[in-house]
């Protein structure tokens, strides 16, 4: 079989093939601090220090989507993508993602004051959090979309990590509504958007441009869970002005 | 002696000596990295991955201060500010501190191509470059100005690493141009904007919002070296697709 041309379209079948593998190879499922974490090896401060990191992700989910949104000129998309808006801010009856995931960071015992001001959160967090934003503002409608396809690897994980949490931390367990829902609103999320982007990268050029956009939003997950590691786990050295866990470990 | 009012204008001298005691406080001369640049414990990897991810930085100073200079309309901070377009990119002639980091890239042993393409540089130093940028976009003239006055405490930094890096890691010594020249630029650039911003915080809130600044700048700077000491001193995982020394230690 001789190799196909470097510019010339990728099938379908191979296209979401390669958008798989990149969950393989980079997605934080494997990150070391993930990995502490199922192992039940995290202390409640380093969990704390987690969730109200995470909180600054978390927070500007329907902003990104919202930005999404408004760059699409198509009302099906926006009809579908205005779902994710709903997920994470609510619909004012019952709780959103943003309010279930600030009943965790109280279930570690930490207000939900200090993550909504957003004291002691690590510079590098919101760095990286605000990479995404800016990713979905000025890269393309086509690679804003593909960044949002982490999700499709999101329920094994999610799946693995409340089943751990419960284990190992069962401190925690009354704050674990966040995952309940993601387990579902994810995988439809994705299957949208990995439709969406297969039907509208027409080009190579755009297709390996997807490819990079998901690749570019795993390492911000990950550099995520490398600051944490690196403040609270080991060497642990959170940098001046961040959060400092006052339990002994 | 009684408080003086929170709405109150900050005295000159004491607008100063708050700015100064930023410096003391969170500048990275303390970083554990930088330590051990200066006890000679890194090794020739360390000190590549270390000039690779700073080019990232420094690629993009002419960059941040053209932003700076396209926001003043006063031509004479124009023109005062207009000397570190030559300071960093050259005057055509002798080399402008971007092609002598590129030197000093070449020094540690890797290739300028490497550097210029930013091929494995750490995810996390580009996030906390692209908000070092967007910061004297978004914010005010003011604060934009004000985060350069980290260069208020390069000097002493640079003049210890100098004499450090010649003693430690000889093979170095022919890449140290960068920062002969900036002993004398960046002191005489941070006493012009020093002054100015001393002079343009003219409420209380904008005097706030300078010290603010230059904290932010100094997390950045910080942050960069959280990335590469996680990534390459211990526990040292550089996250996927970045740079590996080849090089045992």
Same mark, same amino acid.
Not at 55 to 73: F, G, N, W
Not at 209 to 224: E, G, T
């Given at each position: 079989m001789s190799e196909p041309s470097p510019s010339a379209l990728i099938p379908e079948a191979e296209l979401v093939a390669r958008l798989r593998a990149i969950g393989k190879e980079? =997605? *934080?499922? @494997?990150?070391?601090? *993930? $990995? $502490?974490?199922?192992?039940?090896?995290l202390t409640?401060? @380093?969990? @704390? /220090?987690? /969730?109200?990191?995470? =909180?600054?992700y978390q927070s500007r989910i329907p902003i990104k989507d919202a930005t999404i949104l408004a760059r699409s000129e198509d009302p099906d998309f926006r009809r579908a993508w205005r779902k994710r808006l709903i997920d994470?801010? !609510?619909d004012g009856k019952s709780p959103g993602g943003i309010e279930k995931w600030l009943r965790l &960071?109280? /279930?570690? !015992?930490?207000? +939900?004051?200090q993550a909504i001001t957003g004291e002691g959160i $690590?510079? #590098?967090? +919101? =760095? #990286? &959090?605000d990479a995404y934003v800016d990713l979905v503002r000025s890269k393309t409608h086509l690679e804003a979309v593909a960044s949002s396809l982490t999700e499709l690897f999101s329920k094994d994980l999610i799946t693995?990590? &409340?089943?751990r949490l419960r284990q190992h931390y069962p401190w925690l367990s009354g704050g674990l509504d966040y995952f309940q829902g993601r387990m579902t609103q994810a995988p439809e999320d994705a299957t949208f958007a990995l439709n969406w982007v297969v039907k509208h990268a027409r080009t190579r050029p755009e297709q390996e441009a997807a490819v990079d956009a998901l690749r570019a939003k795993c390492d911000i997950l990950w550099a995520m869970l490398d600051a944490l590691y690196f403040a609270y786990v080991t060497p642990g050295w959170p940098p001046p002005g961040a959060f400092r866990p006052t339990e002994t470990p």
């Amino acid at each position: 079989m001789s190799e196909p041309s470097p510019s010339a379209l990728i099938p379908e079948a191979e296209l979401v093939a390669r958008l798989r593998a990149i969950g393989k190879e980079r =997605y *934080h499922h @494997q990150h070391p601090f *993930h $990995l $502490l974490m199922h192992e039940g090896k995290l202390t409640r401060g @380093q969990l @704390q /220090a987690w /969730a109200l990191n995470r =909180y600054a992700y978390q927070s500007r989910i329907p902003i990104k989507d919202a930005t999404i949104l408004a760059r699409s000129e198509d009302p099906d998309f926006r009809r579908a993508w205005r779902k994710r808006l709903i997920d994470h801010d !609510g619909d004012g009856k019952s709780p959103g993602g943003i309010e279930k995931w600030l009943r965790l &960071v109280e /279930a570690t !015992g930490l207000s +939900r004051k200090q993550a909504i001001t957003g004291e002691g959160i $690590l510079p #590098a967090t +919101r =760095y #990286a &959090v605000d990479a995404y934003v800016d990713l979905v503002r000025s890269k393309t409608h086509l690679e804003a979309v593909a960044s949002s396809l982490t999700e499709l690897f999101s329920k094994d994980l999610i799946t693995l990590r &409340v089943d751990r949490l419960r284990q190992h931390y069962p401190w925690l367990s009354g704050g674990l509504d966040y995952f309940q829902g993601r387990m579902t609103q994810a995988p439809e999320d994705a299957t949208f958007a990995l439709n969406w982007v297969v039907k509208h990268a027409r080009t190579r050029p755009e297709q390996e441009a997807a490819v990079d956009a998901l690749r570019a939003k795993c390492d911000i997950l990950w550099a995520m869970l490398d600051a944490l590691y690196f403040a609270y786990v080991t060497p642990g050295w959170p940098p001046p002005g961040a959060f400092r866990p006052t339990e002994t470990p």
